[in-house]
């Protein structure tokens, strides 16, 4: 039973295994484990020093409050992409983000959420601006 356990673990990405709060999200039939950053802290790290992300995770990001909230990729060593995601859950913008950089990358409306991905699922996935992101009402609020 040990060496069961022990696989289990095994074939999870040490970020995966590490999340203690996560959401299922769905997009159309898409479904997304996502881990949540919901305080400062979590928000600031996001991402950071992790080196892989299964094909349908991310980490999704609830503010205190919708705002034109701006993202950069310092310390982030996975190219993602991300959706800013206003109150209702219909998606506002998506950009591309290379690793290690500084570039900024906004919201263009009052995004309450947003959501991090491997770079190129959106389009992969044929999940455009306009699109809704169910399951959201799920999640804690941001502080």
């Given at each position: 039973?040990?060496?069961?356990?022990?696989?289990?673990?095994?074939s999870?990405?040490?970020?995966?295994?590490?999340?203690?709060?996560?959401?299922?999200?769905?997009?159309?039939?898409?479904?997304?484990?996502?881990?949540?950053?919901?305080?400062?802290?979590?928000?600031?790290?996001?991402?950071?020093?992790?080196?892989?992300?299964?094909?349908?995770?991310?980490?999704?990001?609830?503010?205190?409050?919708?705002?034109?909230?701006?993202?950069?990729?310092?310390?982030?060593?996975?190219?993602?992409?991300?959706?800013?995601?206003?109150?209702?859950?219909?998606?506002?913008?998506?950009?591309?983000?290379?690793?290690?950089?500084?570039?900024?990358?906004?919201?263009?409306?009052?995004?309450?959420?947003?959501?991090?991905?491997?770079?190129?699922?959106?389009?992969?996935?044929?999940?455009?601006?306009?699109?809704?992101?169910?399951g959201?009402?799920?999640?804690?609020?941001?502080?």
């Open positions: 039973m040990r060496w069961i356990i022990a696989l289990l673990l095994y999870l990405t040490p970020l995966q295994a590490a999340w203690a709060d996560d959401i299922s999200l769905s997009i159309g039939s898409h479904r997304i484990r996502a881990a949540i950053a919901n305080n400062t802290y979590s928000r600031e790290r996001g991402l950071m020093k992790s080196t892989q992300l299964c094909s349908s995770c991310g980490m999704l990001f609830i503010f205190p409050q919708a705002a034109k909230h701006s993202f950069w990729m310092k310390d982030t060593l996975l190219p993602l992409s991300i959706a800013f995601i206003a109150a209702d859950g219909t998606i506002l913008n998506i950009d591309e983000m290379q690793a290690n950089t500084t570039n900024s990358h906004s919201a263009r409306g009052d995004a309450l959420y947003a959501l991090e991905m491997n770079k190129g699922w959106f389009l992969e996935h044929s999940i455009k601006p306009k699109d809704q992101v169910h959201l009402q799920n999640s804690p609020r941001g502080n």
